[in-house]
């Protein structure tokens, strides 16, 4: 145990303050292996899934520490996906495809319910946040899977749970990381795009 907690104390030191934000060792790693992460996921590579894995892993510990139990536990559900992702795309990474109308509106249905249901028993518990947690929590899910199950839709839930985790964080004073999914959300519509593309390719080959 007292090497654990020396090992957590090392990350939790701070590598440098930025306008009275003391950024931690543990937070920029992370922050950097998302980033990796993510960008990757845009171009469809197979590479992204081992450095999803890892920065969950890392954000999954960081959370734990900022009492931020959705976001914590969201991350044990990432690293499942990120090995599913990695068996689930064939070599050549991701084939994009779109979601039917009625998919979408059973997507939004079962995520507005999950958020409603979670949210106050996140409040019974003692979570720093409580709405906006739940419904990162329920919709990063959802834009995982359809992401796994390679459907182009994924960005547009990334988009909008990127965009509230930059709010969520930024009043947590999370400045650092809030940062991060600011840029998150920027990078969801370049995937969009991407994917876009992708398809558009694939329809003119066939």
């Given at each position: ?158 988009f909008v749970v990127d965009a509230v985790y930059t709010i969520e964080y930024?009043y947590n004073k999370l400045y650092f990381t809030s940062v991060l999914y ?25």
């Open positions: 145990m007292q090497f654990i907690s020396s090992i957590n104390d090392a990350a939790m030191t701070t590598l440098v303050s930025i306008w009275s934000y003391d950024l931690s060792w543990l937070e920029f790693v992370a922050v950097m292996t998302s980033l990796a992460g993510v960008w990757l996921g845009t171009t469809g590579k197979k590479i992204t899934w081992p450095w999803w894995a890892i920065s969950s892993a890392l954000y999954g510990w960081l959370f734990y520490e900022w009492d931020l139990l959705a976001s914590a536990s969201l991350q044990i559900v990432f690293i499942a996906a990120a090995i599913w992702g990695w068996i689930g795309w064939g070599p050549k990474g991701a084939h994009p495809r779109v979601a039917t109308n009625r998919q979408r509106v059973i997507i939004l249905i079962i995520g507005a319910t999950a958020t409603a249901v979670l949210a106050p028993w996140f409040a019974s518990i003692g979570a720093a946040s409580t709405w906006p947690d739940s419904f990162g929590l329920v919709f990063s899910i959802v834009a995982q899977i359809l992401m796994v199950r390679e459907y182009r839709e994924n960005w547009i839930v990334w930024a600011a840029l998150f959300t920027a990078i969801a519509v370049r995937g969009w795009l991407r994917w876009k593309s992708d398809l558009n390719s694939e329809a003119v080959s066939l």
